[in-house]
């Protein structure tokens, strides 16, 4: 290991505040804070004599096993270090041959039938088969295996009913008719079902070494993985190095030989690290926002994701929809991203990203509009109109939950204000570590809370399908009348082929959600931060993950 990485595990292991997508803190030092002083101007060129990637992946990944991680600190990793049956373009975000060097799709929709390229390989020397995706996408599906993301799957025929227990492993139907020949049955026609095999969570693995070992993913001595890179060092909650993988199909394309991330969860550390020229790209402080969003190392764009907050719908205040919308008119959306986050970010007036480009020409924002504003007269109105229907003189104690982060902890106070200007109620504020509040959030314990969706491919459906019956997503757990007519909408919509009358079906879907403020959208995310001059081609799509495939320096 290198004194660069050294250092990096120093700082790494001082600093104590979970990263996110975009942290801060007050305590920046003046040499690191100032916009005006040289070195916070541009970074230094990274020192190392191997022209090393030195990139900070903010959290330990939760797990690299595929239907596990499901979240972007496991999927950064994984989409780096293995590979499904097609991957996300360099220049766009469409599926190109991966694993699957070609494809036919039968006349009605139904039937995709992959073929395995001969030079598919695991790192442990044995080819990836079909028979390797026909045990993955079953296992995805799988109960016992309790993946948050099974319902990536139920695409599949059959998938849903295996995972749910009212069909077996049997009758979903994906098959491996030979060692290069896969076979896919879909429920419905699904014109992106090509992005949704480049999914992390549709990844394959390595059936003997999965069950040899339950733990064969939080080791790098039985790690067995296919992608451009393989990990050859894992300190856990330190850093990993990842290392190119000579024996991927495509090795002639990656260019870069070592990445090495460290795991660094305070943004403020991370910054310093990339002015110092120890990272080659950084996430800006909040409190700098303003001052580098013009910067020449800047890069912007926009992310399909949302940051919003959860009502949990069978708990005291929030059974009752018109005081759910009373929170969602009382919050100053503009002025959260404005002044708390200073990234650009849009605020939030649906639950849908608006950048999805809708077939009726446009896109799916232009032709949606906003379903609600920022109006504390009228926020007013829905508190009092829902107090009298649940017969309240007082409003029930509301607590805002949220995971660890200077960010959040901002933007919370800020919300807190709001709703105490707007409605002249105290919402008390409960912060926990990451990995408390997500257990804790997931079994329904918090009832008013910060949640976060990242979309992975790109479809509006990616959005609207979480709250469908089976979803681990929907965690502020809607049912009742209106939620099996917003599920028969949104399964209407599964067999519908004509584009623009699908597309109206998930507009009357997502009108449903926003009027029954099953969920409080704050903002839409994006991507912004600094890249080293030195380096290029770090791709990050509208939907997706970080893509390093092509990655590389600038001679």
Same mark, same amino acid.
Request: net charge negative; aromatic share 12%; proline share 5%.
């Given at each position: 290991?290198?004194?660069?990485?050294?250092m990096?595990?120093?700082?790494?292991?001082?600093?104590?505040?979970?990263?996110?997508?975009?942290?801060?803190?007050?305590?920046?030092?003046?040499?690191?804070?100032?916009?005006?002083?040289?070195?916070?101007?541009?970074?230094?060129?990274?020192?190392?004599d191997?022209r090393?990637?030195?990139?900070?992946?903010?959290?330990?990944?939760?797990? @690299?096993?595929?239907?596990?991680?499901?979240?972007?600190a496991?999927?950064?990793?994984?989409?780096? !270090?293995?590979?499904?049956?097609?991957r996300?373009?360099?220049?766009?975000?469409?599926?190109?041959?991966?694993?699957?060097?070609?494809?036919?799709?039968?006349?009605?929709?139904?039937?995709?039938?992959?073929?395995?390229?001969?030079?598919?390989?695991?790192?442990?020397?044995?080819?990836?088969?079909?028979?390797?995706?026909?045990?993955?996408f079953?296992?995805?599906?799988?109960?016992?295996?309790?993946?948050?993301?099974?319902?990536?799957?139920?695409?599949?025929?059959?998938?849903?009913?295996?995972n749910?227990?009212?069909?077996?492993?049997?009758?979903?139907?994906? #098959?491996?008719?030979? #060692?290069?020949?896969?076979?896919v049955t879909?429920?419905?026609p699904?014109?992106?079902?090509?992005?949704?095999?480049?999914?992390?969570?549709?990844?394959?693995?390595?059936?003997?070494?999965?069950?040899a070992?339950?733990?064969?993913?939080?080791?790098?001595?039985?790690?067995?993985t296919?992608?451009?890179?393989?990990?050859?060092?894992?300190?856990?909650?330190?850093?990993?190095v990842?290392?190119?993988?000579?024996?991927y199909?495509?090795a002639?394309?990656?260019?870069?030989?070592?990445?090495?991330?460290?795991?660094?969860?305070?943004?403020?550390?991370?910054?310093?690290?990339?002015?110092?020229?120890?990272?080659?790209?950084?996430?800006?402080?909040?409190?700098l926002?303003?001052?580098?969003?013009?910067?020449?190392?800047?890069?912007?764009?926009?992310?399909?994701?949302?940051?919003?907050?959860?009502?949990?719908?069978?708990?005291?205040?929030?059974?009752?929809?018109?005081?759910?919308?009373?929170?969602?008119?009382?919050?100053n959306?503009?002025?959260?991203?404005?002044?708390?986050?200073?990234?650009?970010?849009p605020?939030?007036? /649906?639950? !849908?990203h608006?950048?999805?480009?809708?077939?009726?020409?446009?896109?799916? /924002?232009?032709?949606?509009g906003?379903?609600?504003?920022?109006?504390?007269?009228k926020?007013?109105?829905?508190?009092?109109?829902?107090?009298?229907?649940?017969?309240?003189?007082?409003?029930?104690?509301?607590?805002?939950?949220?995971?660890?982060?200077?960010?959040?902890s901002t933007r919370?106070?800020?919300?807190?204000?709001?709703?105490?200007?707007?409605?002249?109620?105290?919402?008390?504020?409960?912060?926990?570590e990451?990995?408390?509040?997500?257990?804790?959030?997931?079994?329904?314990?918090?009832?008013?809370?910060?949640?976060?969706y @990242?979309?992975?491919?790109?479809?509006?459906?990616?959005?609207?399908?979480?709250?469908?019956? /089976?979803?681990?997503?929907?965690?502020?757990?809607?049912?009742?009348? !209106?939620?099996?007519?917003?599920?028969?909408?949104?399964?209407a919509?599964?067999?519908?082929?004509?584009?623009?009358?699908?597309?109206?079906?998930?507009?009357?879907?997502?009108?449903?959600?926003?009027e029954?403020?099953?969920?409080?959208?704050?903002y839409?995310?994006?991507?912004?931060?600094?890249?080293?001059?030195e380096?290029?081609?770090?791709?990050?799509?509208?939907?997706?993950?970080?893509?390093?495939?092509?990655?590389?320096?600038?001679?």
């Open positions: 290991m290198n004194k660069k990485l050294i990096l595990l120093l700082v790494g292991l001082i600093s104590s505040v979970l990263f996110l997508a975009a942290c801060s803190s007050d305590e920046t030092s003046q040499e690191s804070s100032d916009p005006t002083d040289e070195s916070s101007d541009t970074s230094e060129a990274p020192s190392g191997d090393t990637l030195y990139l900070n992946n903010g959290q330990e990944p939760t797990s @690299l096993d595929p239907p596990i991680g499901n979240d972007e496991s999927y950064n990793i994984l989409n780096n !270090v293995m590979e499904g049956l097609t996300l373009a360099k220049d766009a975000p469409v599926p190109e041959p991966a694993m699957a060097e070609s494809w036919d799709v039968s006349e009605d929709g139904l039937v995709y039938t992959f073929y395995i390229r001969d030079d598919a390989e695991w790192t442990n020397g044995e080819p990836v088969t079909a028979f390797d995706f026909e045990y993955s079953k296992r995805l599906a799988n109960p016992e295996t309790a993946s948050p993301a099974a319902s990536h799957a139920y695409w599949i025929a059959g998938a849903e009913d295996y749910s227990g009212e069909g077996s492993e049997e009758d979903m139907l994906v #098959e491996a008719l030979d #060692e290069r020949t896969l076979e879909l429920r419905y699904v014109d992106f079902f090509l992005s949704i095999v480049a999914m992390p969570q549709m990844f394959p693995v390595h059936q003997e070494t999965v069950e070992d339950s733990n064969w993913a939080g080791s790098v001595d039985t790690l067995v296919n992608g451009p890179f393989k990990v050859t060092e894992w300190a856990h909650d330190d850093y990993l990842l290392e190119k993988n000579e024996t199909w495509d002639g394309t990656v260019e870069v030989e070592t990445i090495e991330y460290a795991i660094v969860d305070d943004v403020n550390t991370a910054f310093s690290l990339y002015q110092a020229g120890d990272l080659h790209v950084s996430e800006v402080p909040a409190d926002g303003e001052e580098y969003l013009d910067h020449p190392e800047m890069y912007m764009a926009p992310r399909s994701g949302i940051e919003y907050q959860f009502f949990h719908t069978q708990t005291e205040p929030f059974q009752n929809k018109n005081i759910r919308k009373a929170f969602m008119y009382a919050i959306r503009e002025d959260i991203v404005e002044y708390v986050n200073k990234s650009g970010e605020a939030a007036y /649906g639950w !849908v608006p950048d999805f480009e809708h077939p009726a020409g446009g896109t799916w /924002g232009e032709n949606v906003e379903y609600f504003e920022y109006d504390p007269e926020a007013r109105e829905y508190l009092a109109l829902g107090m009298e229907e649940e017969g309240y003189d007082e409003l029930p104690t509301v607590t805002l939950s949220y995971n660890t982060s200077d960010l959040h919370s106070q800020a919300i807190q204000e709001m709703l105490r200007d707007s409605l002249d109620i105290e919402v008390e504020l409960f912060n926990q990451w990995e408390v509040f997500r257990d804790r959030s997931n079994e329904g314990e918090f009832h008013y809370f910060r949640g976060s @990242l979309g992975g491919y790109n479809d509006p459906i990616n959005y609207l399908d979480n709250f469908l019956p /089976g979803s681990g997503f929907n965690r502020g757990d809607w049912e009742g009348d !209106v939620h099996q007519q917003y599920v028969d909408i949104v399964n919509s599964y067999e519908e082929a004509d584009p623009e009358k699908r597309f109206e079906l998930l507009m009357e879907a997502e009108e449903i959600l926003m029954e403020a099953i969920v409080n959208p704050i839409f995310y994006n991507r912004s931060y600094l890249v080293n001059p380096v290029e081609n770090v791709i990050t799509h509208f939907v997706g993950f970080t893509e390093l495939k092509w990655a590389r320096f600038v001679d």
